[in-house]
């Protein structure tokens, strides 16, 4: 069993409770009900050409261990935004990244960001969930819903709901079934979510895959401002950034760094 699978085991579990149905009628009326979202989706492309850093709030995760077991997301929250982070990822997972849905209510009243739920969603309660909690955005990952009329149904309430949502490729037919999916958002991660090993090059190699009216963010295994040029210059329109972020000793200063590499324009194949 992968690390994936052991997470999405767990996920589906939580899945159930949810799915109960008072909870999620509950759910579903609050989600219906709830404030305007952020725009998420348009607070990507930065108006000055230069790349969108999301600022990741991450206390640990499966392959790493803990990272910063201390984390408080208000002021993290707010460190980002001080250097020019152009929206935040809130890890909301408990048992493998130590994430909470305080944490994304906490860091969202502490900034004007645009906020995505990071967290494994595999069913529309989990949308309503991310809508109710106060999530401007959720992450669809392709790897953990093989079923294309899952993902698209998926993707489509999250629209509807005024969710933006970031959708997660990491191989060519990824990135294929993401685009027929609807996204507008298309993530490539650099990270191998079976085995967790890390390469740049995945994402250099797909991102004229992407065509031009989608947004395209790089994500994983990004550090330092040599590795945000890396991306912007394969056209990369935003990057998400956690690790490195978390582990900074001024993480508003490297927000800045990062943020000033200029987008080279992809051009589709």
Do not use: W
């Not at 899945?15 to 909870?23: D, E, S």
């Amino acid at each position: 069993m992968t690390i994936l699978d052991e997470i999405l085991a767990t996920k589906r579990d939580e899945v159930t409770v949810l799915r109960h149905p008072q909870t999620r009628d509950l759910l579903r009326a609050t989600a219906l009900d709830a404030p305007p979202t952020r725009d998420f989706t348009a607070a990507l492309r930065r108006a000055d050409g230069t790349v969108g850093v999301i600022g990741e709030l991450k206390r640990r995760s499966p392959s790493k261990g803990d990272l910063a077991p201390d984390l408080d997301p208000g002021p993290t929250a707010k460190a980002y935004e001080a250097g020019g982070a152009v929206a935040l990822s809130i890890l909301t997972d408990q048992p493998y990244f130590g994430g909470t849905v305080a944490d994304l209510q906490a860091a969202r009243a502490e900034t004007t960001l645009p906020c995505l739920r990071k967290d494994f969603t595999i069913d529309e309660v989990q949308v309503y969930e991310a809508r109710a909690i106060g999530a401007d955005a959720i992450l669809l990952i392709v790897a953990a819903i093989p079923d294309a009329e899952l993902l698209a149904d998926l993707h489509a309430l999250a629209i509807s709901l005024g969710l933006g949502a970031l959708v997660e490729a990491h191989d060519a037919r990824e990135v294929e079934h993401a685009l027929a999916a609807g996204a507008h958002v298309v993530g490539i991660n650099n990270r191998d979510l079976s085995s967790f090993t890390e390469d740049l090059g995945i994402a250099t190699g797909l991102s004229t895959m992407i065509p031009s009216e989608v947004i395209a963010v790089a994500e994983s295994a990004i550090r330092s401002p040599d590795d945000a040029r890396r991306m912007a210059a394969a056209g990369f329109d935003a990057i998400l950034v956690g690790e490195a972020l978390v582990r900074a000793d001024d993480p508003t200063a490297l927000v800045r760094e990062l943020a000033a590499a200029p987008v080279t324009s992809r051009s589709s194949s």
